[in-house]
């Protein structure tokens, strides 16, 4: 299927304000478009970039019309845009097809529909009440991790349970959720795929990833050797959910890597914090193709532009630390320009090349 060219002078919408959002938006404005964010009232971060910024809640219908009446093409930055919100929009505007997001804003379905094509998840039970959730315990065992079906990131909305002795401080916390069962793996890894209007699919090099307390630490390309034997598999799975959902962007899918093959964590509908590398480490950024699958131009490579790059977040008061970074030559810095230094929240990221 070809889609039509949205040409440069073009405006794409963006719904969203985040980090994310504020690097599309910059990778946007070098191609020639111009973006319209959205997102309800806070610290919009990509409102700094963009033309025009609709501070509006999700619900209000007359807004995201008025949004949508502006775009030629309108994507997201954010995985947990309500559905509501996003059927405002006309489906002929929209890139990627909702669905990805209707699966990726559940674990729990997003887990059965990787598994429906063949990926392997850590062993899992929904949990629904507290007594599903002790049942679920005893079935898989202890170390595990209770999650929260609808809207954990970064390591929120997730109770570690180490031993059966934590079922004594850990309760089911109202909500859907789904109990995992702890992965021993020798790494992490992502495979960030980029699939074009005609179907056209490419990946760029998959990255190692370090996360603390469930939150990304650093990204390192090319991975160790943990992870090599196991990005074929991984790679031919990405494929498979990117074809079911008619998959038009970037797309990115988490893994463990193990003794048993490459474990299925989570996918993000999205650009993804581990493909921020690709901004210098790569002939063509997760940003920049994204625009171009979405827009209808031809996809740039996805090969390295370095020999090692190697990205770290810049997380709470480490943001401080960016400008004497900058005195590393070989140090790229991207400050997201939000205000309040919060413990654990992403305030930047720098890349380190090696070429
Ligand atoms: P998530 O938000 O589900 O991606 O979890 C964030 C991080 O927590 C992961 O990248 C892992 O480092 C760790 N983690 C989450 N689930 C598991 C699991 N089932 N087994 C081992 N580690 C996990």
Redesign the pocket.
């Known amino acids: 299927m070809q889609g039509p060219v949205i040409k440069p002078g073009s405006t794409i919408g963006i719904l969203g304000g985040g980090q994310l959002g504020r690097m599309m938006a910059m990778a946007a404005a070098q191609l020639g478009y111009r973006c319209i964010g959205y997102a309800p009232a806070g610290e919009n971060v990509a409102a700094d970039v963009c033309h025009d910024f609709f501070e509006n809640g999700w619900g209000d219908k007359p807004a995201l019309s008025a949004f949508a009446s502006k775009c030629d093409v309108v994507t997201w930055e954010f995985e947990n845009v309500p559905l509501s919100a996003v059927e405002m929009i006309p489906p002929q505007l929209l890139h990627p097809d909702p669905r990805a997001l209707e699966v990726a804003q559940d674990?729990l379905k997003e887990k059965r529909f990787v598994e429906g094509l063949g990926g392997t998840p850590?062993?899992?039970a929904p949990v629904d009440s507290e007594s599903e959730f002790r049942q679920a315990v005893e079935r898989i065992g202890t170390?595990?991790?209770l999650?929260t079906c609808r809207e954990?990131?970064?390591?929120?909305?997730?109770w570690r349970l180490k031993s059966d002795r934590d079922l004594e401080s850990v309760r089911f916390p109202g909500r859907s959720c789904v109990y995992?069962?702890?992965?021993?793996?020798d790494a992490?890894f992502s495979v960030i795929l980029l699939r074009g209007l005609d179907g056209e699919i490419r990946f760029w090099d998959s990255p190692e990833?370090?996360?603390?307390?469930?939150?990304?630490i650093k990204s390192s390309v090319p991975a160790s050797d943990h992870v090599a034997p196991h990005v074929d598999k991984a790679r031919r799975l990405a494929r498979k959910v990117a074809e079911a959902l008619n998959y038009v962007g970037v797309l990115t899918l988490?893994f463990?890597a193990t003794a048993d093959g490459p474990?299925f964590?989570?996918m993000a509908p999205r650009v993804h914090n581990s493909g921020h590398w690709t901004i210098e480490g790569a002939d063509t950024s997760q940003f920049e193709n994204h625009i171009r699958a979405i827009c209808g131009l031809p996809l740039g490579d996805c090969g390295m532009a370095a020999k090692h790059a190697a990205m770290t977040n810049l997380i709470g008061e480490q943001i401080f630390e960016s400008p004497s970074i900058l005195s590393d030559p070989h140090c790229h810095v991207h400050v997201y320009g939000k205000s309040e230094a919060r413990e654990g929240r992403k305030m930047g990221h720098v890349t380190r090349l090696e070429r």
Request: negative net charge; proline residues 9%; charged residues 30%.
């Open positions: 674990r850590a062993p899992y170390p595990g991790i999650k954990g990131y970064d390591g929120k909305g997730q995992e069962g702890y992965v021993p793996f992490e990833n370090r996360h603390e307390g469930g939150i990304l988490e463990f474990v964590n989570e």
